[in-house]
């Protein structure tokens, strides 16, 4: 901080498009910067920045994870990858599971949401019975799940049984067990975006409904025209969310499946676990870290851009 | 502070400080040294036996404490290599050998042992099976204490081959072996538990056929990278026998998605006749621990049988195939380490692991800690094995071997052929190399 580069007159402060107050504003700003942004750069540098970049480098490498990569092999890891039919299966059900969640998962939570925000007897028991899975953690929600999908012992057995069939083993078979993984995703984060959604109908005037009363519009009518449409930041950070965390799911997956059978139910994180880590493959995982980092950073800020951009 | 001192006195003094530093020399060599051991265990009774012989052992030498440091089996896995190369390695862990030993030994992360081994003209070393010493030994060098061996064979549930009419010591190739296996499934009986779901209990059907098939020498060649390596005739075929087996559907319902516990108490129920598992499936702690009923079969209601041999295939029924496993001590471990690791693989010591864990012991002298019947005939069997292969996953390194459990449950599944399995498992293989 030096004190020497005094403005040498008001014509040349102007110039620089700074008025006298709106430098020193910057000036008082000074401090705060050089006391409060290094610790969190660093800490950011560190462990953001530097990993980022070093597994980027190590995507280079043949390497097992031991001493220092030596092996150069190019982009063959990123070659490999995409020659990887796990990995296009891996593609193709985090699309799925995004799929789901804007075309069921969303519209279900926002009907709830209708439902448990009325004045009715019961509705906000209703609100925590229906937040309760969200609240679970991921990985007892996945050994839950397996028991109740368990052919043997499960309650999908039991009701089976007691139906005098035989018991499906939806978890073991191949086109089946992706399926049944959607079905417990559903159930354990439509509570979390019924609770947005929530937030959002209450911060609704209620005046406004009561204008389109008045004039006579239908329940269905309020809800499109008026409710929806004022809801629609809620929407899009809801889809949001439910993008993102399609990226992210690995811990209900594993105790589910393991991303079996015959890697039907990878996503692009249990890849990157069963490809990268259990096969002591750092230089291959590190490869599909970098790639599923640029997937989820595209998304992230191409749908900031262009969905959310006035919220 | 200060005080006069008489140049006696200095004398003596600078005499008993030196005598004192001698005295922290000799001990600082040893004192407060601290083994930390990093096991997979999870029972805890068998446990409780490695305590009490670290205990045995911290008495003798009261400068050596021991620490135990657990991990889980895959996180264990996971986890090894950033360990070993940060400060706080343990000083001796886990080892199936193989592939990752082999890894591990080019890093300068763990210590050869072989000094020690041949220390008082090979006192350890001769204490212990050559073939277990052998297994642990890479270009040369002893880079693991073996401890336990094993021997994978077939188990069956004595009633259930009764009712289907199935006689067990007949079978002595594959095509017999596939002969019971429908007869069974015609009397409405399941003929095997499999557990698909973890991989590695398939591999085992791909890995003894592969044995069949190609025999000792034929193995040793494909892992030398001659001829089409494991894209070779043998291996195909190989797979074919387990493609073969697959198109059967002799397993339980659902095993795609059974891991090796859920398989596991599949046979101890008696929900299934047949189980390709380790040397302890039949004994009374495994049927306890794994059975829903916590109890499971009793000893005398389980037979077991040798995997089968294959028609015109040059392996032998002798030939083994199962676990071996052994201590690792890293680089920066104290260096009573090692004799505390001879301490552990000792005659004594292996035979109470023997008897109460119910390990296969490597030490010589030590078989007759095993009083288990069952276990009893797997060491019968060990003692005249013509070949004894590790468990491919292992041996193959981690990235083959995973590939080559995944190509077993694909093939036994009917979802890939046996020769694109076999590419597959050729293409990863020389990629490693």
Sequence with gaps: MTTTAQPVSRANATSFGLTRRQRAEARAKWPVLVLFLPPALLVFTVFVILPMGEAAWYSFYNWNGYSLPTQWVGFKNYELIFKNSAFRQALINNGLIILISICIQVPLALWLATMVTKHIKGAVAFRLIFFLPYVLADVAAGMIWRFVYDGNFGLVAG???????????????????????????????????????IAGLQAIDKSVLEAADIDGATGWQKFMRVTLPLLGSTVRLSLFFAVVGSLQLFDMIMPLTGAGPSNATQTM?????????????????????????????????????????ND | MTFAMSRGMRRSLALALSVAALGVGISSASAQSTIKWMHLETNPSNLAVWQDIAKAYEADHPDVKIEFQFLENEAFKAKLPTLLQSDDAPSMFYSWGGGVLKAQSETGAIRDITPAMDADNGAWRNSLNAAAVDGMTIDGKVWAAPFKTGVVSFFYNKALFEKAGVDA???????DFLAAVKTIKEAGITPIAGGGGDKWPIHFYWSYLAMREAGKDGFAAAKAGEGDGFAGEAFVKAGQHLADLGALEPFQDGYLGATWPETLATFDDGRAAILLGFENTATPNSQAQNATDGKGLSEDEIGRFPFPTVDGGPGVVTDDFGGLNGWVVTAKAPPETEDFLKFLTNADNERIQAEKQGILPVAKGAEDGVTDPSLAEAVKQMGVATWHQNFLDQDLGPNVGRVVNDMSVEIVSGQMSPKDAAQQIQDSFSMEM
Excluded: N
């Design chain 1, 269 to 309: 994180v249990t890849f990157l676990y069963t490809f990268g880590v259990m096969r002591m493959q750092v230089g291959f995982g590190s490869a599909v870290g970098v790639v599923l980092f640029v997937i989820c950073v595209t998304l992230a800020f191409g749908y900031k851009r262009i969905f959310m951009k």
């Design chain 1, 159 to 197: 009701i089976s049984h007691a139906l005098g069939v035989d018991a499906p083993f939806w978890l073991a078979d191949r086109t089946v067990a992706i399926y049944a993984i959607l079905g417990v995703i559903v159930w354990k984060y439509f509570g979390f975006h019924m609770m947005l959604f």
């Design chain 2, 169 to 175: 010591t007949a079978i002595k190739t594959w095509d």
